[in-house]
């Protein structure tokens, strides 16, 4: 499936130290809901005590911490967040760390896990709240994606690729063909 979203998950450890990891098996589930396909991870035993987590997009200028928290886990690397120098503050909404170096953060909440087992299980989770910085808002006050300067996952080549301009209208543009 292209694209595929680089997500970070943030959530806290058992002893409340913030941790965090890539997540490209995921996508939008319903309007205000989100599915990720998790593996068995300290993010699952994390999500399994507290069922709340961040959602950060990565960025170009993110990309190679985003990738180390993908290949390094805090079960073995306690140093995980120290060497991402990322910086982060506490969720008011929910029980998870906000690394405050993305443009866009989900706060979620688990509502349900599907074909839970040892190995992992599909979490679908609500968005309870997006927090985006000011200076990625469009005139509209509304998120300006161009701005963000996102990166997406190529699971062909295992790239990171850098989203592009936009394009064209949705519902629109296809009504010159009318
Ligand atoms: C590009 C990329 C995508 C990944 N996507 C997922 C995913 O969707 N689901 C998952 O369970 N693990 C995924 N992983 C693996 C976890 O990020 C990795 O196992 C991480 O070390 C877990 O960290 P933790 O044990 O500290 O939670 C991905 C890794 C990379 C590099």
Same mark, same amino acid.
């Given at each position: 499936?292209?694209?595929?979203?680089?997500?970070?998950?943030?959530?806290?450890?058992?002893?409340?130290?913030?941790?965090?990891?890539?997540?490209?098996?995921?996508?939008?589930?319903?309007?205000?809901?989100?599915?990720?396909?998790?593996?068995?991870?300290?993010?699952?035993?994390?999500?399994?005590?507290?069922?709340?987590?961040?959602?950060?997009?990565?960025?170009?200028?993110?990309?190679?911490?985003?990738?180390?928290?993908?290949?390094?886990?805090?079960?073995?690397?306690p140093e995980?967040?120290?060497?991402?120098?990322?910086?982060?503050?506490?969720?008011?909404?929910?029980?998870?760390?906000?690394?405050? *170096?993305?443009?866009?953060?989900? !706060?979620?909440?688990? =509502?349900?896990?599907? /074909?839970e087992s040892?190995? $992992? @299980?599909?979490?679908?989770?609500?968005?309870?709240?997006?927090?985006?910085?000011?200076?990625?808002?469009?005139? *509209?006050?509304?998120p300006d994606? !161009?701005?963000?300067? =996102?990166?997406?996952? /190529?699971?062909?080549?295992? $790239? @990171?690729?850098?989203?592009?301009?936009?394009?064209?209208?949705?519902?629109?543009?296809?009504?010159?063909?009318?």
């Open positions: 499936m292209l694209p595929q979203p680089v997500l970070i998950i943030g959530t806290y450890n058992s002893d409340g130290t913030p941790n965090a990891m890539n997540a490209a098996w995921g996508g939008q589930w319903d309007s205000k809901e989100i599915v990720i396909s998790m593996g068995a991870h300290a993010t699952t035993d994390n999500l399994n005590r507290c069922g709340e987590f961040t959602l950060a997009f990565a960025t170009q200028k993110t990309m190679v911490a985003a990738d180390f928290v993908g290949i390094v886990s805090a079960k073995n690397y995980k967040i120290k060497n991402t120098g990322w910086n982060y503050v506490a969720s008011e909404n929910v029980n998870a760390p906000v690394f405050t *170096d993305f443009p866009m953060i989900f !706060e979620c909440r688990i =509502l349900r896990k599907i /074909d040892e190995e $992992g @299980y599909y979490i679908v989770a609500e968005i309870i709240n997006i927090l985006v910085n000011d200076e990625y808002l469009s005139d *509209d006050g509304k994606v !161009e701005k963000m300067e =996102l990166i997406t996952y /190529d699971p062909i080549h295992h $790239g @990171y690729m850098s989203l592009g301009k936009r394009v064209g209208t949705a519902f629109f543009d296809g009504k010159k063909l009318k």
